[in-house]
């Protein structure tokens, strides 16, 4: 991958300080930073940044709000999220906002930079334990009641789903092809066919899903 873009949002000018020294030490372009849900939407739209750092207490509101507004204006932009917190509901209301990931602040500044490029590959990211959070919720969801005008969804092939199982356990399609015995080509064939199907856009929206259906 070529260069990664990122844009900084934290309202404690230290902190994006000195995170944005830490990315472009190792290599990224940092191509804007902001402390509110209004600076990040305008400057988001303007730079497009690959990915967006994002705390969850900005200066004019919260980071769910300013993660649905950049991606509305910046849509192939990935957020990750960056928090003080690890509060349940602080993780659930940043994924459903459109976040691709959710790291606590007592992350190294290793697992950061690991944890973006990880995420402009279109990977999720999650501190351990958070992605769990994410999982009992999205299950509770799957096996709530459907509403009566709630669309179906196209029925997948076997393979199709068990391809789909470990996209969702953050597996790449190579990982993927050497374990079901397939080419890296048909492996993509079936990501590709099913993101037709279920109408999504990538492999972050494919992994929501997945753990939305309770597929682990």
């Known amino acids: 991958m070529g260069d ?23 290599g990224f372009t940092v191509a804007a930073t902001a402390d509110g849900v209004g600076t990040a939407t305008r400057r988001a739209a303007a730079v497009r940044p690959d990915v967006v750092l994002m705390d969850m207490q900005l ?10 507004e950049v991606l509305r204006v910046s849509p192939d932009s990935r957020v990750l999220v960056l928090s003080a917190s690890d509060e349940r509901d602080d993780v659930l209301e940043a994924i459903k906002a459109g976040a691709s990931g959710y790291l606590v602040k007592s992350a190294s500044a290793a697992e950061l930079i ?21 999982l009992g919720e999205y299950r509770r969801m799957a096996t709530a009641p459907a509403a009566p005008d709630q669309p179906h969804r196209p029925s997948l092939t076997e393979r199709e789903t068990e391809v789909l199982r470990m996209v969702a356990k953050g597996l790449s399609a190579k990982q993927i092809a050497a374990r079901l015995n397939l080419s890296h080509r048909t492996v993509e064939n079936h990501v590709q066919a ?19 259906q309770g597929l682990e």
Request: glycine share 8%; aromatic share 4%.
């Open 4 to 26: 990664i873009s990122v844009m900084v949002v934290d309202d404690h000018p230290m902190w994006r300080e000195g995170v944005s020294r830490d990315l472009t030490e190792a």
């Open 194 to 212: 099913t993101l037709r199907k279920l109408q999504l856009a990538n492999r972050v929206e494919l992994t929501r899903y997945a753990i939305e």
């Open 114 to 134: 690991d944890a973006v490029r990880a995420t402009a590959a279109g990977q999720p990211v999650f501190t351990p334990g958070l992605a769990g959070v994410v």
């Open 59 to 68: 200066t004019d509101g919260n980071g769910a709000t300013a993660t649905a």
